[in-house]
Structure formats: structure tokens, C-alpha cells
């Protein structure tokens, strides 16, 4: 057993906890859609075990996950979600499901060893696997076609996660890539 979590959890093992970071990095598109704004940041993840979860044949081992980041400087959050992380130690898999209360659901997922330290998840809109789902407004005005999060755990006992995701901007040719970074280190 690892000093957080239960082997069971495979590479998610050391994610259970609290962790915060304040050198968060967003490039998203700014108010008027014309411009790139980028903002500062400072996040706190909270991980939960949810134990084993049997579905017939299939175990998984979750985290329950929660994430709240705020513009450097700012008390009220500008980005919330909630989900699961999920370990599925017959299928080698990774996934990760979410919900951003401006009404998007994602379930990305990837293959990794039970001892990886780096690991990449995807989902695209339209998969019937690995998906994107999104409400009215965003599927018109600013439509995810694609997301993908890189995650890499450091020996230092901190994690950095690079994530980006792919929008289709109502009146733009070109793909924006939304992107965030950082690197958060446990607190509890």
C-alpha cells in the first residue's frame, strides 16, 4: 500500500488527497472571442476514494474528484468541475469523468500501466467511447471537438497535468486550443 491511496487505484493511487498549485497557466478565448486572454492561476483538487465499483464483469477503482481554480488575485472561482477518476486494472485503463457547470460533459480516457507516472487521456466529440457531450449555447458558440489531458507525476511527490481542449468558435476557420497547466502539490 502507498502512503495515500490503495494499490487497487493503479496510477491514481498517489492523486488520493488534497492538493493545491498557484502557477496555474489558461489560454482561453477572451470575452469578445476576438483575442487570447490568458490568466494566472491558483487550483485546489480534492480526490476521494470511492472503493471498488462492480459493474458485471468489470471492476474499477474511482476517485471521486472535485477542482476549483481562481484568477490570481480573485476570491470568487472562475472554473469549477466535478467527477471521477477511474482505474480499470483489467483493461489498463485511465478514464476521466466530468461535468463544468456551464453545461459540458466529458469522459476521456487512455491505457497505462498500474505504475505509470505519466499517462494521457482523450475524448472527441461524437465518439461513442470516449466523448464530449455539451449543452445548446456551447455546442453552437463555442463547440469542444476534442480534449486531451497529459498527467505526469513527479518523483518530488507533486503532479502537473497539461490540458487541451479544442474548440470550434461560432464565426472563426481556425481551432482555438483552450489550454491550462499546472502543477499542484498535496496539502492533506
Known sequence: MTDHGVPELGPLAVLEGVWEGDKGADVAPDDDRTQVERNAF?????????????????????????KVAWRLGADEPFHEEVGYWLWDPNARQVMLTFNIPRGITVLAGGSA????????????????????????????????????????????????YDEDTVLSIKGQEELFHHTDHNTLRRVS
Request: aromatic share 12%; hydrophobic share 30%; net charge negative.
Open 42 to 66: 491558483r487550483e485546489r483538487m480534492i480526490f476521494e476514494s470511492t472503493g471498488l465499483v462492480e459493474n458485471h464483469e468489470q471492476s474499477l477503482y474511482g476517485l471521486r474528484y472535485s
Open 113 to 160: 500501466e498500474p505504475d505509470a507516472k505519466s499517462f494521457r487521456l482523450e475524448a472527441e466529440v461524437g465518439s461513442e467511447v470516449f466523448g464530449i457531450c455539451s449543452g445548446p449555447f456551447l455546442d453552437e458558440e463555442f463547440k469542444t471537438v476534442r480534449y486531451h489531458i497529459d498527467v505526469t507525476i513527479h518523483d518530488d511527490g507533486s503532479f502537473t
